[in-house]
């Protein structure tokens, strides 16, 4: 589990309920020494609580933050949606870097074919679909 692109994870569930067991795997998992690794910085608190449907928020280095109920999930689903994520913003991080910090992408090459439109596409990431 990669904790890039992380700086805040929160796990709250209750032991005397069955729907924990994906939080607590989950929780695990990252306060494993190869997670924690890839990103020392990471704050990851964990709340036992008698009452309450189990979660997981994780707060992102751009401030978005993402609450996932894990009551019916299993540990798989979990780290593919906070992966998926991670990655996403990982993408766009990289094409920021590399100069396309928009969303739109252009070129001239539709110019010299004697076309107007100059605009070849938008850019946009969608997570990936459980």
């Known amino acids: 589990m990669q904790l890039k692109q992380i700086s805040r994870i929160l796990v709250q569930f209750s032991p005397y309920t069955g729907q924990a067991r994906s939080a607590r795997e989950f929780l695990a998992r ?37 609450r996932i109920e894990t009551g019916g999930l299993t540990i798989q689903q979990i780290l593919e949606q906070v992966q998926s994520r991670t990655e996403e913003m990982d993408t766009m991080q990289k094409l920021k870097d590399a100069g396309f910090g928009s969303s739109k992408l252009e070129s001239s090459w539709q110019r010299e074919l004697g076309k107007e439109v100059s605009m070849v596409g938008q850019v946009q990431f969608v997570p990936r679909q459980a």
């Open 30 to 66: 990252i306060t494993s020494r190869p997670a924690q690794a890839t990103n020392p910085d990471c704050q990851v608190v964990a709340r036992v609580r008698v009452k309450g449907d189990p979660f997981v928020e994780i707060e992102y280095d751009n401030k978005q933050v993402t």
